[in-house]
């Protein structure tokens, strides 16, 4: 449906109005009256499928304004000429180096100064959305004295995804407009709200569909659209007694999601509104100005843009859309079923089948929960539920475009499924794999089209993890991997392309961490210690208690596949570790393993000792040397690639950049020394790369 009212808006939203042509002098910004008297200001960013604002779209907004000062219409309707959205935000582009605070506080003071006079306009104002209305764009709307959303709008603050909190007058107007609960909430979670909530909110003033508009400018010009003011509740919340209560409340569940060290972002918005909340308006708003300009220049903020940008980078490695529309998945098991269940919530068809009935019953259930959790419409669930079919007979094989095996990492067990399914897939059809360490020149023996095989290693859970491994070897078709990488793209995953040698990339790195935190273990060191000492360091979770997410049978299969194949020296997985799989007690899967666990969540003891640094480097360290070792061998194509591809499909702390830009932030000679103290108290294993060279030059 949402579709649907966007192609139609594409060819009608310049006939709501005039159709003015962009004004003489500028490059993004159309004018005109309608025959009430009403001016439209339509901005269409010049060479860019979607609105975002930068300095000279800003600049020109001042120029427009002056003129429609001159001009005196009856009202003025902001909207966009772009069938995509309204504004997407700021342009990310301008953040990039930002060093000198004062130097940002003053080229964001320039756009404070457009904002708060779109907000003095003397005449009625009023903001048409359509599509997405973030950051900046929501800004823009919030200086309007009136907004209306076209059904299937969404409403949102992301900037504290980029290290930043709203910075041209959000974090003032929202919370004086609604709840500012709420809008805290918005501005803290980057959560969304799609156009009915907004209206419930507040945030909006009317909802209605795109061939209602003109009737709805001319309600709001003539006056007729009547608008209660915000309510006492939102006097209350903002008085000087309730905003530090309410602040601490914030600061607690912040924190227990986020390191102020790390992420100060939050906590700066939740400072602003506690110390500024009640100050005039002027000066909340050369608050807001000031803690923006200070945290733009933080190594966080720059690195969550720097974060941004390879993001952008892995969806251009995707291609272009091809032509897939089944998916046939080998394994329902805790992957494969995961992997189908996530291709029919992206819209391809997927049939799942395995040698039992029960795995694939556990699969559908599962599915039918992640449904419930990420699609709002009963609806959507149903037809998600419809495009996932269980296949016990494998029929599905027949009719895949790519056919995903997802069973166990034996070498034998693959050869057997490769020979009985490789006969029945049509002409042209793909076979990928999703091992996660096996090299695909074992896998390929006896393929009659050994050409057609690929690896797509996807890594769990598949619907959080975004980073998918796209596996080449040397007999490889080029089309194939294309497809692949499409494909990688159409499930609104990232590909990375790597080569196929012993653990890939993300496995490769991983490793040594793992093992290292078990060699630990068996030294008496507590296991929520050294989850600690990577949490400290801005992982999400520390390699223990991502052991037990893994499932230590699996953990243990890759450590002594990787053990036989990599280029440097790895202690055994001690035997304890080993009796553990023998028992059962493999993660959260089987409910224990190092933890217990309870409701989704480890059963950790709160007491554990602090880590010290050494305990952090001799985990992180190992992991650094292993990317150093990966770029040197071409496992991946370049240090953005696979900073991307560990941030995105381990979570390496995303504030720090990336494995190769924190060791050139660290400092690489630094590093290297470190590990060669850690060689000689500890062994081998932790012996440079002579990769580090090269990235010294770099």
């Not at 109005?17 to 962009?22: A, F, I, K, L, R």
């Not at 590909?495 to 290292?516: C, D, H, Q």
């Not at 360091?537 to 037990?548: N, S, V, Y």
Request: aromatic share 6%.
């Amino acid at each position: 449906m949402k579709s649907k009212v966007l192609s139609v808006l594409a060819d009608r939203v310049l006939e709501l109005g005039p159709n003015p042509p962009v004004m003489a002098g500028l490059n993004h910004w159309r004018y005109g009256k309608d025959e009430d008297g009403v001016g439209w200001l339509l901005l269409d960013r010049k060479g860019s499928s979607a609105n975002t604002l930068n300095a000279e779209v800003i600049g020109e907004l001042d120029t427009m304004l002056g003129k429609i000062e001159n001009d005196r219409p009856t009202g003025l309707v902001i909207r966009s000429a772009k069938k995509s959205g309204f504004i997407a935000g700021a342009d990310i582009a301008e953040f990039v180096g930002a060093s000198d605070a004062a130097a940002v506080e003053a080229n964001i003071g320039r756009a404070h100064a457009v904002m708060n006079r779109l907000e003095a306009l003397s005449i009625p104002t009023l903001a048409v959305i359509h599509g997405f209305c973030l950051g900046g764009g929501l800004e823009v709307a919030l200086a309007c004295k009136r907004r209306i959303a076209i059904s299937g709008a969404s409403f949102g603050f992301p900037e504290v995804m980029l290290g930043l909190h709203p910075g041209l007058g959000g974090t003032v107007r929202t919370p004086r407009l609604i709840n500012p609960i709420t809008a805290m909430t918005m501005m803290l979670t980057e959560k969304s709200l799609d156009a009915r909530k907004a209206k419930a909110a507040g945030l909006v003033d009317a909802v209605t569909e795109e061939r209602h508009i003109k009737n709805a400018v001319k309600a709001v010009v003539s006056g007729e659209l009547k608008v209660s003011p915000p309510g006492t509740l939102v006097t209350v919340l903002n008085s000087g007694f309730a905003r530090p209560l309410l602040a601490r409340y914030m600061r607690s569940q912040t924190r227990a999601k986020a390191d102020p060290a790390q992420y100060p972002a939050p906590f700066a918005l939740i400072d602003l509104w506690e110390k500024h909340g009640g100050d005039s308006k002027e000066a909340a708003l050369k608050a807001e100005l000031k803690s923006f300009a200070n945290l733009m220049v933080t190594k966080t903020a720059q690195n969550l843009v720097r974060v941004f940008f390879l993001r952008d980078r892995l969806k251009k490695i995707a291609g272009e859309k091809q032509n897939i529309e089944h998916i046939h998945v080998i394994g329902a098991g805790a992957m494969g079923g995961d992997i189908a269940a996530w291709c029919a919530r992206q819209r391809i068809a997927a049939t799942v089948a395995d040698m039992k009935p029960e795995p694939i019953g556990g699969a559908i259930k599962r599915a039918a929960d992640l449904y419930r959790k990420i699609l709002k419409k009963g609806t959507d669930q149903r037809d998600a539920l419809d495009r996932l079919v269980p296949d016990l007979a494998g029929d599905g094989v027949k009719s895949a475009d790519i056919v995903i095996e997802a069973v166990p990492e034996k070498l034998e067990i693959k050869h057997k499924v490769y020979a009985s399914v490789e006969p029945q897939m049509k002409e042209g059809a793909i076979l990928a794999t999703n091992t996660s360490s096996i090299p695909l020149e074992q896998l390929r023996d006896g393929l009659k089209k050994p050409e057609r095989l690929v690896g797509l290693h996807f890594f769990n859970p598949v619907s959080r993890m975004m980073t998918v491994e796209v596996v080449s070897h040397d007999k490889a078709d080029q089309s194939v991997l294309a497809t692949a990488r499409s494909f990688v793209g159409m499930i609104d995953r990232l590909p990375v392309p790597v080569k196929s040698e012993p653990g890939f990339l993300v496995n490769r790195a991983l490793t040594p961490y793992m093992i290292e935190a078990m060699v630990m273990v068996d030294e008496g060191i507590a296991k929520e210690t050294i989850d600690k000492a990577a949490e400290k360091f801005g992982m999400p979770m520390g390699p223990i208690e991502l052991a037990d997410q893994v499932g230590l049978d699996i953990c243990l299969d890759v450590a002594d596949m990787l053990k036989k194949s990599l280029p440097r020296e790895q202690p055994d997985a001690p035997q304890w570790l080993r009796d553990m799989v023998a028992k059962k007690d493999l993660g959260k899967k089987t409910g224990k393993g190092f933890y217990t666990w309870k409701d989704g969540k480890a059963d950790k003891a709160h007491s554990a000792p602090e880590p010290t640094p050494e305990m952090t480097d001799r985990l992180i360290l190992p992991l650094l040397d292993v990317c150093v070792g990966a770029l040197r061998e071409g496992i991946v194509e370049d240090s953005d690639v696979l900073d991307g591809a560990m941030i995105f499909g381990t979570g390496f702390a995303p504030f720090r950049g990336g494995p190769i830009h924190y060791a050139k932030d660290r400092g690489v000679d630094e590093i290297v020394s470190t590990l060669k103290t850690l060689e000689s108290k500890y062994g081998k294993r932790f012996t440079p790369d002579p990769g580090w060279d090269k990235i010294k030059r770099a």
